[in-house]
């Protein structure tokens, strides 16, 4: 059953940014449901979701109404089979929230070390981008966090 439900929703991505018979306020209802429907995937590392919403058309960088990303969700809640499969789909590592933090961050405010490790080894962002990422993990402790981003 969770299955057609989701099939639906993504099915719905399309026809939502395909009608043109449909009020704003129904578009921007929708949106919202398909929305966390699409973050839902992330935040379990449900892969069959994620994939029928980028087979859909969505963007793997979409970001939702604060900024966050799939990756961004799947890296803070330690969603590593998630991350894995968005890193294959070629997310973006260097988008920021609207508060400026990316997927890397996250991953080092939620304390989960190897996923931030994962995601050093493949960002390549700025350097503003870094020395904020170096100031995140000594600002929360994550020791093991700046050593891998010294060793980069």
């Known amino acids: 059953m969770e299955k057609f439900k989701y099939n639906f929703l993504c099915t719905g991505l ?61 890296s803070y809640n330690g969603q590593k089979n998630a991350v894995e499969f968005l890193l294959k789909k070629n997310a973006d590592l260097c988008v920021k ?27 390549k962002c700025d350097s503003l981008t870094r020395k904020r990422t170096i100031e995140f993990a000594s600002r929360f402790g994550r020791t093991k966090v700046l050593d891998w981003l010294e060793q980069k």
């Open 14 to 74: 399309v026809l939502l940014f395909c009608s043109q018979n449909i009020t704003a306020q129904e578009k921007q209802s929708s949106q919202k449901e398909l929305e966390k429907a699409f973050f839902h995937g992330a935040r379990t590392s449900n892969i069959e979701i994620l994939n029928e919403f980028l087979a859909s058309g969505v963007n793997v960088n979409y970001q939702g109404e604060n900024g966050y990303t799939a990756m961004m969700i799947a």
């Open 97 to 123: 929230d609207n508060r400026g933090n990316t997927a890397l961050m996250g991953a080092i405010v939620a304390g989960e070390d190897e996923i931030a490790k994962l995601l050093i080894d493949k960002e």
